[in-house]
């Protein structure tokens, strides 16, 4: 047997486990939410949908407003991350002012603050705004979370977009704007889909800052309705819990199905030089 061979059953093998190791969390919330008790290996155990009836259909669990909740917060965190990212990418990569690489790097700084330190000032910013359990008040942290990873990808992806294309613009009287909104976000459209889905998720999967700047479940996103959901009912119901956190997943599941290949493509794009 070739040693290529053999490179290439030990990476199958590898692979394969690894997969597997991933799924199994996903498979035993899955058989939890399915089943009509927490113990999958009793002998009283069946197969049921209830648990998802229930929490579907119930007015108490607000799942639904945690889930659109959670939707309409991040798609709208991510859109302004991005847009800011890429204005932000844009000057750094094409305009020659002193300080460029210091800003990426100061970005990349403050971002490495832990959330847990940020949190005291945020909730009385909010509270002097009187924005505590509005959408605002997750919007605006939320963009501001996500903004340096949004601007360290479409750098790397902007970087690798040839500077003659501004020049052709700029000769033909094109301002700046123009050639951003012309030219290069045409050009950079694979970076910035999955720049947005990266932060998109990112936003989606955020748990400190909704449970603290949010009170109940007009704003309150799916990660800490499921949290909390034990103490809404003073038990712990887990196959309501597993069916809520099987539901939960499924817009994240959807985009990363429907938009793989762009993700990978925008990702790999910027990743090398060429």
Same mark, same amino acid.
């Given at each position: ?21 991933? +799924?199994?969390?996903?498979?035993? =919330?899955?058989?939890? %939410? /399915? ?5 999958? *290996?009793? $002998? ?95 919007? +605006?942290?939320?963009?501001?979370? =996500?903004?340096?990873? %949004? /601007? ?5 992806? *902007?970087? $690798? ?101 762009? =993700? ?11």
């Amino acid at each position: 047997m070739s040693e290529e061979r053999v490179m290439s059953i030990i990476s199958g093998v590898g692979i394969a486990g690894m997969t597997l190791f991933c +799924l199994i969390p996903v498979g035993y =919330i899955i058989a939890v %939410s /399915l089943s009509s008790t927490p113990d999958i *290996f009793s $002998q009283s155990m069946s197969v049921t949908g209830q648990n998802y009836a229930d929490v579907l259909t119930s007015e108490n669990l607000h799942v639904l407003a945690y889930l659109r909740n959670s939707v309409v917060i991040s798609l709208i965190s991510a859109v302004c991350a991005v847009f800011i990212a890429a204005l932000a990418a844009y000057a750094i990569t094409r305009m020659p002012f002193p300080g460029r690489m210091f800003l990426l790097f100061a970005v990349l700084a403050m971002s490495m603050f832990p959330q847990i330190s940020l949190i005291n000032y945020l909730f009385k910013l909010m509270t002097d705004l009187g924005w505590i359990n509005t959408y605002p008040a997750l919007i +605006l942290p939320y963009s501001a979370w =996500i903004l340096p990873l %949004s /601007l360290w990808i479409l750098v790397s992806y *902007f970087v $690798q977009i040839p500077h003659d294309l501004d020049r052709a613009a700029l000769v033909d009287g094109c301002t700046r704007l123009q050639i951003l909104r012309r030219i290069i976000f045409p050009v950079a459209a694979p970076g910035l889909l999955a720049t947005f889905l990266l932060a998109f998720i990112f936003a989606f999967n955020e748990f400190m800052f909704a449970l603290t700047l949010t009170t109940d479940f007009h704003v309150r996103t799916i990660p800490v309705g499921i949290a909390l959901f034990q103490g809404i009912h003073g038990e712990t119901p887990w196959g309501q819990i597993m069916a809520v956190s099987a539901i939960s997943v499924v817009p994240v599941i959807i985009l990363a199905v429907v938009f793989q290949r762009r =993700i990978i493509q925008g990702l790999t794009r910027g990743a090398v030089k060429g």
